[in-house]
T-cell receptor, first 115, second 120 residues
């Protein structure tokens, strides 16, 4: 599986935008970039995913570099409820069998939001 | 969005006993469910992939006779920790992907809230 690299931790002030970076220099052409987050003592939740174009949804925006070797998750206005560990994961949906649905979690970035 | 539930949310058991954890997809059918384990301050580690109607596929290093997985229907998978020991104390999380007739571009995996197991 292609690997991702994220900073261990980041801090943000409440109500300010947050840019969470992810490097994935060995990404393959069919790998989608997924972001999940895990709030304390909870299961992870889906945030956003994309392939080549930037993506927006109600939770966040995903900016993907033109060469796809890096991406940035953007939270437009951080709230205290956004304090979580954010995971950047590559997944090939066209992989063989059930393995195509597997998610391999790295260490992620722990985001702290300062009131 | 799709909801996955787990029961119980936490359990304390004595060493040597067995514990069953249920994972249910509440409003969708899941051909495949996954079981993860997470130790404190660590990331999620995939334990096994559970396919409806067939044997689970275990990751390397996970004892299949200790962690029994049953996926009897498209909405229920169970993980039984047999002869539990204190080192099995962990946060167990299941996830499921919705069974779709064809590739639609949707690509979410839905996670349960987790079950915290403490073995004394």
């Amino acid at each position: 599986d292609a690997k991702t690299t994220q900073p261990n931790s980041m801090e943000s002030n409440e109500e300010e935008p947050v840019h969470l970076p992810c490097n994935h220099s060995t990404i393959s052409g069919t790998d989608y970039i997924h972001w999940y987050r895990q709030l304390p003592s909870q299961g992870p939740e889906y945030v956003i995913h994309g392939l080549t174009s930037n993506v927006n949804n109600r939770m966040a925006s995903l900016a993907i570099a033109e060469d796809r070797k890096s991406s940035t998750l953007i939270l437009h206005r951080a709230t205290l409820r956004d304090a979580a560990v954010y995971y950047c994961i590559l997944r090939d949906p066209f992989g063989a069998g059930a393995g195509s649905y597997q998610l391999t979690f790295g260490k992620g970035t722990k985001l702290s939001v300062i009131p | 969005g799709a909801v996955v539930s787990q029961h119980p949310s936490w359990v304390i058991c004595k060493s040597g006993t067995s514990v069953k954890i249920e994972c249910r997809s509440l409003d969708f059918q899941a051909t495949t469910m996954f079981w993860y384990r997470q130790f404190p301050k660590q990331s999620l580690m995939l334990m096994a992939t559970s396919n409806e109607g067939s044997k689970a596929t275990y990751e390397q290093g996970v004892e299949k006779d200790k962690f029994l997985i049953n996926h009897a229907s498209l909405t229920l998978s169970t993980l039984t920790v047999t002869s539990a020991h204190p080192e099995d104390s962990s946060f167990y999380i299941c996830s499921a992907s919705e069974q779709l007739a064809s590739w639609s571009g949707r690509d979410e995996q839905y996670f349960g809230p987790g079950t915290r197991l403490t073995v004394t």
